[in-house]
C-alpha cells in the first residue's frame, strides 16, 4: 500500500512537472563553432532525458557483457549444486529403502559433483555400512571425525564401528572424545556414564550426571541419581557404612518406589532404631512393586520379636496388596516359622493348580514340618524341577539373581527387570535406530519397573531325589549396532528372511533322474 501511494505522488510531481514547463514556453540558443541551435525548453528537456535513457542501456549493456563469465560461472555452480543436492536426496532415500546398487550410483554422482559437502562424506559412510564395507566407512569417518563442522558426527560413526568390533577402550575413548567437543551430545555422555557404570565408578558416574542435569528431565535426572546412589550404597555397605547409608537414604527419597532402594534404606534405619521410619519406607514400596527383598526386609525390622508376631506384621503387609503371589509366599514363610501350618498351607491354596518352583519348594517344606511326610515332600521336589519359572532380575536375555545398576550384557542403565524370564522379552528389531540402544540416556536412563534383590532361597531341605540334570544354556548376544541415520537392515545384517536360509531343511524324498542315481 504504501509503495502504491509512492509511486501516485511520484507521477503527480513529474506531472506537475511537465505542466509547469508547457504553461512557462522559452527559447535556448546554442552556438558552437559558428553552427546556431534554436529551440524550445521542451524539446531540450525530452532530448536531454532522451540521452539519459540511451547513456544507461549502453552502460547497462557494457556492464553485461563485462560480468557474462561471472554470471554463467554462478548459473553452472548453481545447476551443479542442484545436481548434487538431487543425488543425494536419492542416495539417503535408497539407503532408507536397502537398495545398495541406488545408493552407489548416487553416492559416485554426490562424489564427482560435490566430493567436499558434510552430506556427501554421510552418504559415503552410509553406503560402505550398507554394503558391509567396515574399512571404508571407517576412513569416511575418520575423514570426519578430522574436519570441523563434522566432527561431532565422524566421532559418532567410529564409536558405533569400535563398538562392532567389541573395541571397549576404543569406544569410550570416542565417546570421551566427542563429549569433550559437546557437551550436549547424548549419546557420549550416555556411552561413558555406562562405561563408569561397568567399571564401578560410581562416583564419577554421578558427577557426570551432575555436570549434564540441565540437559535431563526433572524425572529421568531423579530415577538416574537414585539408581547410581543404590548401586554406590550396595559397593560401600560392607566398607563404609556411614557413607552407605546416606547415599541410600538419599536415593530413596528421589525413587521411593524403587525396590534396591526401600529394602536397603530399611535395613540401614533398622538399624539407627529408626523402625517406624524404616517400616513407612518399605511398605510405600511394597504397595507400589510387591517383591520378595521388601517383604524379607520387612521380616528382619525388628530382631527381638517371636516368630508369632512377626507372622502378624507380614500378614498385615500382604493384606495391603491382597491376592498379590509375593504377599502369598511371605506369609507361608511366616507362617512355616511360626509352625502356623493351616496358615502356611491356606496361603498357598490358590497356587497349587499350577505351581512355580518356589511355591513347589514351600509346599515340600510344609509337607516334611507339618505331616513329616517325606513321599509328599519329595513328590513336590520333582514338581519343582518342572514347575514354572519364579520372576528374575533379567535384562537383554541376561538372568541374574541379584539387582544390577546396569545390564552385564549392554552396559545400558537401569535395564534390569523384575519378571519372568524368556516371557515379555523384545526382540531385537532388523531397523537400526538410534538415540537410543534407546536414547540416555541422552543421559537418559531407561524405564524399568522397580527392583531389587533376588528372592530368599529356601533353606535346610533335604536332598532331592536324582533327576535329569537340567542344562541352563545362557546367551548373551552382542548389543545391535547403533546407526547415524536408520536403515531397513543393519549393514552386517542379512535381513529377516536370512533366518530361513541357515536352518537345516528336511531331506527331500528323491524322484527321477535323482532317485536313479542314488
Excluded at 501350618?341 to 490358590?350: G, Q, T
Excluded at 541422552?442 to 533327576?467: G, K, M, N, R, Y
Amino acid at each position: 500500500m504504501i509503495r502504491i501511494v509512492l509511486f501516485l505522488v511520484l507521477i503527480g510531481a513529474l506531472s506537475l512537472g511537465v505542466a509547469w514547463l508547457a504553461d512557462r514556453p522559452g527559447d535556448v540558443v546554442i552556438v558552437w563553432q559558428g553552427l546556431r541551435i534554436e529551440t524550445s525548453l521542451m524539446v531540450v528537456a525530452v532530448a536531454a532525458a532522451a540521452a539519459v535513457v540511451v547513456l544507461t542501456l549502453l552502460v547497462s549493456l557494457v556492464r553485461a557483457i563485462l560480468r557474462s563469465p561471472y554470471f554463467l560461472s554462478r548459473h553452472l555452480r548453481n545447476r551443479r549444486g542442484e545436481r548434487a543436492y538431487e543425488a543425494l536426496s536419492n542416495g539417503l532415500i535408497a539407503i532408507g529403502a536397502g537398495d545398495i546398487e541406488a545408493a552407489k550410483k548416487h553416492a559416485a554422482t554426490v562424489n564427482r559433483l560435490a566430493p567436499h559437502e558434510p552430506l556427501a562424506l554421510l552418504l559415503n559412510a552410509q553406503s560402505a555400512q550398507l554394503a558391509g564395507d567396515r574399512e571404508a566407512a571407517e576412513r569416511t569417518f575418520r575423514t570426519m571425525a578430522g574436519r570441523t563442522d563434522t566432527k561431532p558426527l565422524g566421532l559418532h560413526g567410529l564409536f558405533i564401528e569400535a563398538r562392532r568390533k567389541n573395541d571397549a577402550a576404543g569406544a569410550r575413548a570416542y565417546a570421551e572424545e566427542a563429549a569433550r567437543t559437546a557437551p550436549s551430545l547424548h549419546w557420549a555422555n550416555r556411552a561413558v556414564l555406562e562405561a563408569l557404570c561397568r567399571d564401578g565408578d560410581w562416583a564419577g558416574a554421578l558427577a557426570l550426571l551432575e555436570g549434564n542435569m540441565r540437559s535431563l528431565e526433572r524425572s529421568v535426572y531423579r530415577r538416574t541419581r537414585a539408581v547410581l546412589l543404590t548401586a554406590r550404597a550396595h559397593a560401600l555397605q560392607h566398607t563404609d557404612r556411614d557413607s552407605a547409608k546416606a547415599a541410600a537414604l538419599e536415593a530413596q527419597k528421589l525413587a521411593p518406589t524403587l525396590v534396591p532402594t526401600a529394602a536397603l534404606a530399611g535395613r540401614f534405619l533398622a538399624e539407627g532404631g529408626q523402625l517406624r521410619k524404616a517400616s513407612r519406607v518399605i511398605d510405600a514400596a511394597w504397595r507400589a512393586n510387591p517383591h520378595p527383598a521388601l517383604a524379607k526386609a520387612f521380616a528382619e525390622l525388628r530382631s527381638g520379636e517371636s516368630a508369632r508376631e512377626r507372622l502378624k506384621r507380614i500378614e498385615t503387609l500382604a493384606g495391603k496388596v491382597p491376592g498379590h503371589i509375593e504377599g502369598a509366599l511371605a506369609v507361608a514363610r511366616a507362617a512355616l516359622s511360626a509352625q502356623e501350618f493351616a496358615k502356611a498351607r491356606a496361603a498357598l491354596e490358590p497356587y497349587l493348580e499350577k505351581p512355580t518352583k518356589r511355591i513347589a519348594l514351600l509346599m515340600a517344606e510344609l509337607e516334611r514340618a507339618e505331616r513329616n511326610d517325606e513321599g509328599r515332600a519329595r513328590e513336590w521336589l520333582a514338581r519343582a524341577v518342572h514347575a514354572a519359572p519364579d520372576p528374575a532380575w533379567t535384562a537383554d536375555g541376561h538372568v541374574s539373581q541379584h539387582w544390577q545398576a546396569a545390564s552385564p550384557v549392554t552396559g545400558r542403565l537401569d535395564a534390569l527387570e523384575w519378571r519372568v524370564p524368556l516371557t515379555g522379552m523384545e526382540s531385537v528389531p532388523v531397523v537400526e535406530s538410534e538415540l537410543p540402544v534407546a536414547a540416555p540416556p541422552t543421559l537418559a536412563a531407561v524405564e524399568a519397573p522397580d527392583a531389587s534383590e533376588s528372592p530368599p532361597a529356601i533353606t535346610d531341605l533335604p536332598e532331592p531325589p536324582p533327576v535329569k540334570p537340567e542344562v541352563k544354556i545362557e546367551v548373551q548376544s552382542e548389543p545391535p549396532p547403533e546407526p547415524i541415520i536408520p536403515l531397513i537392515h543393519a549393514p552386517d545384517d542379512p535381513g529377516p528372511d536370512a533366518a530361513h536360509e541357515t536352518e537345516p531343511h528336511a531331506e527331500q524324498p528323491s524322484s527321477g533322474w535323482r532317485k536313479i542315481f542314488g
